[in-house]
């Protein structure tokens, strides 16, 4: 593969569509450890008024949909638009990724923090030329965390396997998230210029009322309408 502007862009724009996705996932956990917290809490008030299978459901539907989440992004198909994949083609054009073609992608801008330096360190071990090591580390972590999820999902998400799984601990599932999300956003930074520590967003409004009141309005406020 020769690497070019049209190919760098090709990797700046499914990085984005990487980030979106991603992020719905990273946000998606976030949304339930703040539900699993409120079930903790009220956890005899929940089985008093039988809602331990509404919660059952709710678990089962988070762990299917961030396992595929998960698994999205360590898929490496030529029709596949992935984190793998993506740092796959990357590490086979290691040594073509010069700091100079950096520069030509990100121009300096005088009135402004020269950071294109300590982002190509990112990828890169002397600050010249990206370096294939750094990035294959970086698959191999990614590959190593979310292996166990990508068995989970083929043998009993997608599949009925007979084999079986040895299940999915919420700490496994957990740092596989982790991991995509600290690896993605340097790459979102390397390629885009766009930095951030983490793709999850801060929800501004209290979305946990809703467990203070009845789901359902009540019927003298229906009979009043």
Excluded at 94 to 107: H, K
Excluded at 128 to 154: G, M
Excluded at 157 to 162: F, I, P, S
């Amino acid at each position: 593969m020769k690497l070019g502007k049209r190919e760098w862009d090709g990797w700046a724009e499914s990085i984005m569509k990487v980030k979106d996705d991603l992020q719905s996932t990273v946000n998606d956990r976030e949304v339930f450890r703040g539900f699993r917290d409120v079930i903790r809490e009220n956890e005899v008030w929940i089985d008093a008024h039988e809602g331990g299978h509404f919660c059952q459901f709710v678990l089962r539907s988070y762990v299917a949909r961030i396992v595929l989440g998960v698994r999205r992004q360590i898929k490496n198909q030529a029709e596949s638009i992935s984190l793998k994949r993506i740092l796959s083609q990357m590490q086979d054009c290691a040594p073509q990724i010069t700091f100079d073609f950096y520069l030509q992608r990100f121009p300096r801008d005088p009135e402004y923090v020269p950071w294109q330096e300590p982002t190509f360190k990112y990828v890169s071990a002397d600050g010249k030329v990206a370096s294939t090591q750094i990035i294959a580390d970086d698959l191999e972590e990614v590959e190593r965390l979310t292996k166990k999820v990508e068995e989970f999902v083929d043998r009993t998400v997608a599949h009925l396997d007979k084999r079986g799984s040895d299940g999915l601990t919420f700490n496994e599932l957990d740092e596989a998230i982790d991991t995509l999300d600290r690896i993605a956003v340097r790459y979102i930074c390397f390629l885009t210029g766009q930095y951030r520590d983490t793709l999850k967003a801060t929800i501004q409004f209290d979305w946990k009322r809703i467990f203070s009141v009845p789901f359902r309005e009540p019927a003298e406020a229906l009979a009043n309408r």
